[in-house]
């Protein structure tokens, strides 16, 4: 457990329908983003940037769960679903996708949320 | 005298007259978190807030969702042909039921369904049907079937919320018994409903999220006296010293009188000139004057130190024609410019240096906006 934050540095996302852009402190903001975006929008957010350490150090695979897993280490608190889906993007997951995914573990109980949009492996 | 903060930090309530100089709103109510919650009661919770255009929804059925402050409200046509709204929530135990629908990408049901229990209600907002397990008390060994009364369909149905329309414009008023919208609109009601406004339709929209107070833009937008300096572009066709700020209850019109003479159909409207409607709290109407079309803007509030711009536009086809298109890149340009302005006035806010601004004699469509924001939260 060395880190437990998600505000090393600025993120940064886009609209992937209109390229409005985003840049916060906290990869959480982002989903807040997206989901404020979809509300109004319908659109999905990609990732232009996330210059935090536990994503750069992520591993690149497809696989969310497996990412989660790797991840879990530095935040003592849970995964902040942000960081999780700036790790995706690595593979090209836009954050719609991630939260996807991570919608469908957390339904097949693959994994679980201790406080709202923090994540930690079963 | 300015009134700096800590020096002289004694500000006082909105003058009614503008030539004092405590005519603007503290700077308090720009910046304080609290003011936020607040004005979800005050503001948003009292007056007719718009919700949305009656064109994306037009058969029986269709739907869009909208959330204004913490309330989210489902708008539908109904059998009738009539627009109403229902608070996003089941008579059951609460749950929300519908998805976020964008008006954009509206919805089509046969009847609103909560997917906790299954609770169905009609269009009109009656409970239509509920499942079995409602009806008898099979797990409940204290009662028999006999005991369970069933539900009564119209004394369980759905929350409905107040709309009312000014031409195709939707508006919503969550107020217990609350003042007409015609009331509230005035002139404004009759002027927009004078035009064609139901025969465009929804070409595209832009929502961009910013850093400051709601009631920054609001003012921006409520004012030209920043346009020379600062949209120099824009101001080339128009003739600024001619044009004139018309001020009403709660609405005010900024007429931009164009330099050269534009062709009729080039505009909705009668008068050689764009008009910007203001309707308070935070609906705009756009008149361009140069465009046959028009936009809205909803100034949504996030917090108290951001706030989304819903930007829509409307042509005769929804499909944008390449003049129409460089029509809105224009607009978005002006949207850009401003943002930079509201952003840079709303960094000096925080900054608490400054206790309460005070506004100049052609800034009373400002002194308007901050008088109806004193009002609310007083009542």
Known sequence: ?????????????????????????????????????????????????AEHRAVSQAPESDDVAYVLRELDDDFERGVPLGILAAAMSKQGRTVGDTLADVYDLRMAGSLWEPRSDYLRPV | MTRWNPSNDDVEAVSPDITDETNALPAKYFTDPNVHGLEKE?????????????????????????????????????????????????????????????MTDPGNMGRIRCPYHMWSYDLDGDLESTPQSFEEAGLNPDLSDDDVCGMNASENSLSEVETDRIGPFVFLNFADDPTPLAEQAGTLKSELEAMPLGEYEHATRYVSEVDCNWKTFAGNYSECDHCHANHQDWITDIELTESELEVNDYHWILHYTHDEDVDDEMRIHDEHEAKFYYFWPNFTVNMYGTADGYGTYIIDPIDEGRFQLIADYYFSDEAMTDAEREFVQTSRQLQEEDFELVERQYEGLKSGALAQAQLGPNEHTVHRLHRLAQEAYEA
């Not at chain 2, 929804?57 to 709204?85: K, L, M, N, S, W």
């Open chain 2, 42 to 102: 005050k503001i948003f919770g009292r007056y007719w807030v718009y919700a949305g255009h009656a064109n994306a929804i037009t058969e029986p059925g269709a739907y869009f969702t909208r959330t204004i402050g913490d309330r989210q409200v489902i708008i539908v046509r109904d059998h009738d042909d009539e627009v109403r709204a229902f608070f996003n929530v089941c008579a059951h135990r609460g749950s929300k039921m519908v998805e976020d629908t964008p």
């Open chain 1, 1 to 49: 457990m060395t880190q437990g934050s998600q505000q090393d540095a600025p993120f940064v996302a886009q609209c992937a329908a209109t390229g409005a852009t985003v840049t916060t402190s906290t990869a959480n903001e982002v989903v807040a983003f997206y989901r404020r975006r979809q509300r109004l929008l319908d659109t999905d957010i990609e990732w232009v940037s």
